[in-house]
Each structure stands twice: as structure tokens, then as C-alpha cells.
């Protein structure tokens, strides 16, 4: 059912939208490769949990976009939709509930990697298609920078290379300059 929800991150370059089932293949295999950049003492079979039940409730609620409005809102109708997943019959994982809330709260170290990775792999499909969805939606460079802002609390390395390619990329127009 993931493979229905399509997201705003186009990917191959620009050619097409992103489904969620992907994302969370790709962002399992992302947390997997750049754990040890880190530098923390994870968990890694965690993580990899945490990367596969972290869009579940998009079955449901659909993905709900960074920069929207609602996005404060989101997790309550994901919430009902892992809820229903957890108590189905043909449920065979007795901790989904736990663990999406453990992702959602971002608190484990795990989460917080999983957290800055999610939002580090949407941005970099930006940089690869030339900021394709940040100009179709209108997005400002101070939205990027805020969404993005807290990378730079445990990751400063990584936010300076990020707000690098911010200011690249609204050089480059593809951010509008806010």
C-alpha cells in the first residue's frame, strides 16, 4: 500500500515523484550505510526497524508535505492508521506501536539519526533535480532552513555542508531568497 503514496521528492533526477515504499527502502539503506558517520552507539537493527515503520501511517493519512501547513497535524491520522495495523489480526510485530511512537518522538539516538536522514535524503533530491520540487511548490530558502536547522545541534558538519548548498541553491533560484 505504500507503493500508492506518492510524495513530493522527485526522484532519478527529476523524472518522477518518489512512492513511500521506496522512500522507506531508501531510507533504511541509508541509515544502514551512513550509521557509523555518526558516530554514536545505535542500534543498528533498531534503526533499520525504526526506517521501515516510520511512513506506515502514510497508508492512511498520505504524506503529508515538510513545508505544509498541517504538517503539525500529521501524526495524529498516522497514529489511528498504525494503531489499526497493530491491532490486525495478522499483526505479528507486538512492539509497531512502540516503536513508530519511539521514530515520531525523535528521543533515541536512533530516532534522532533516522530524523536527520529522512530529512537529509528528500534535500539531496532536490540538489540532483535542480531544486525540482522546491520551485514547483514555491518554497522559500528561510522553510529549508528552518526544517532543516536542528541537523546543526548534534551534526554541525553536516548543516554547514547543507546550508552551503542552501545558498547554492537559492543562487542558483531554485529557493526563492526569504
Known amino acids: 500500500a505504500l507503493k500508492l503514496v506518492n510524495r513530493r521528492t522527485y526522484i532519478n533526477g527529476g523524472e518522477r515523484l518518489e512512492n513511500s515504499a521506496e522512500h522507506s527502502w531508501h531510507l533504511a539503506m541509508a541509515c544502514w550505510s551512513m550509521a557509523s558517520y555518526f558516530e554514536k552507539d ?3 537493527e533498531k534503526l533499520l526497524k525504526l526506517a521501515l515503520v516510520h511512513d506506515l501511517g502514510e497508508i ?3 504524506d503529508t508535505f515538510l513545508y505544509a501547513e498541517n504538517r503539525s497535524q500529521a501524526h495524529i491520522a498516522e497514529r489511528q492508521c498504525v494503531g489499526r495495523f497493530a491491532r490486525d489480526p495478522g499483526n505479528f510485530i507486538p512492539v509497531l506501536c512502540e516503536l513508530w511512537e519511539d521514530q515520531e518522538a525523535g528521543l533515541s539516538p ?3 539519526v ?3 536522514v529522512d530529512r537529509l535524503l528528500p534535500f539531496l533530491h532536490n540538489i540532483a533535480s535542480e531544486g ?3 520551485r514547483a511548490q514555491g518554497i ?3 522553510q529549508v532552513a528552518n526544517a532543516h536547522s536542528f541537523i546543526g545541534q548534534e551534526y554541525p558538519t553536516l548543516w554547514r555542508w547543507m546550508s552551503e548548498k542552501i545558498d547554492d541553491a537559492t543562487a542558483a533560484g ?3 531568497d526569504e
Do not use: F, H, N, Y
Request: charged residues 35%.
Open 114 to 116: 533516522l530524523k536527520v
Open 42 to 44: 545505535l542500534s543498528m
Open 60 to 62: 492512511d493519512a498520505g
Open 174 to 176: 531554485w529557493l526563492i
Open 110 to 112: 536512533e530516532a534522532k
Open 132 to 134: 525540482k520540487t522546491w
Open 140 to 142: 522559500r530558502r528561510s
